[in-house]
């Protein structure tokens, strides 16, 4: 039985218990109460002599307010199984309800251990076959061993930037802001990608003008760039991208490549996560999953859409700040 089933059912237990203290205690009082109420005339003797009634009708008060006591009494626990019955039912539901948002951040998690185990794994499983494969060759130069070498430092240089990236995406405090210029975290972030963008021949269209955002300038920068680097990536050579803003709160990041497929769109965000198409493109498909957790840290949100009319094909990102 998984974790989650046997919390589900131990909660499930507690919340009937306590639901069913409230109402035994409640159908308690009320009996008690009720029964009080009905057995009052007769055991107190002096109310049916000030009424000057037959003895005979207080026997048959009696008899009757007995039958009534244990009507009463039947009434109420017939209640109560009901209610058994019924809060079984809602302590399961809420029970689920409660331990939801729980089972699915813990398996959230296990994914993302499992996936980041996988994604270190790779490179170093790499690294360790060619450095194996090296040393069986008994004809290796120089040249050979200074190739391998420098084959291990990129390796290590893919490892380190996981690595900074996996602890950024662990972060959970909010980020400092202050004013800023928003046009400074767009140069800033163009500056990093134009080698890259260059060697495509992609043009780089920078719409964005001079405004202030209470933000941080870095993380911004890091987001912007995120998106022009997904850009490049999956633009054409020789295509342009456009960075602009359609209100002060938001920037934009359009390329023109081939979109997204709408089966991969709710999808892009999320951690590891890379579309069918770039399975084999470098990276770990956690740049976009970054971007959205910065974006959670600054208090503003990130989205993705296909461009459509005259900017079509291709895809747009956007980071809107509050």
Request: net charge neutral; proline share 2%.
């Amino acid at each position: 039985m998984k974790i989650f089933d046997k919390a589900t059912l131990k909660l499930t237990a507690i919340y009937t218990i306590v639901i069913m203290v409230i109402s035994i205690s409640f159908s308690v009082c009320l009996g008690a109460v009720t029964v009080g109420e009905i057995k009052r005339p007769y055991e107190v003797p002096s109310i049916f002599r000030e009424l000057r009634v037959d003895e005979n009708f207080t026997k048959v008060y009696k008899s009757r307010a007995n039958d009534v006591e244990s009507k009463v009494w039947t009434s109420l626990i017939l209640v109560n199984v009901n209610m058994l019955i019924i809060g079984l039912a809602l302590s399961y539901l809420l029970a689920r309800w409660t331990l939801k948002p729980i089972e699915r951040a813990m398996d959230d998690e296990t994914r993302f251990v499992s996936d980041a185990s996988h994604e270190l794994r790779t490179p170093l499983a790499t690294m360790r076959m060619e450095n194996e494969i090296l040393l069986r060759d008994k004809d290796a130069k120089k040249d050979d061993y200074r190739e391998q070498l420098q084959s291990n430092l990129e390796e290590i240089d893919k490892l380190r930037h996981l690595t900074d990236t996996l602890l950024k995406l662990s972060g959970s405090s909010e980020l400092e802001k202050e004013p800023v210029d928003v046009s400074n975290a767009v140069h800033a972030a163009i500056n990093r990608i134009s080698h890259t963008a260059e060697a495509k021949n992609i043009a780089i269209d920078n719409q964005v003008g001079h405004f202030i955002l209470t933000t941080n300038e870095d993380a911004l920068s890091e987001i912007i760039y995120i998106y022009l680097d997904n850009a490049v990536k999956y633009s054409p050579s020789s295509s342009t991208i456009e960075i602009f803003s359609n209100d002060k709160n938001s920037i934009s990041v359009r390329d023109h490549g081939s979109g997204i497929t709408s089966k991969d769109l709710p999808n892009i965000f999320n951690r590891f996560y890379r579309a069918d198409e770039s399975r084999n493109s470098e990276g770990f498909g956690l740049g976009l999953s970054l971007a959205s957790r910065m974006a959670e840290q600054l208090g503003g949100k990130v989205s993705a859409a296909n461009n459509s009319g005259k900017y079509a094909p291709g895809a747009t990102f956007t980071i809107k700040l509050k």
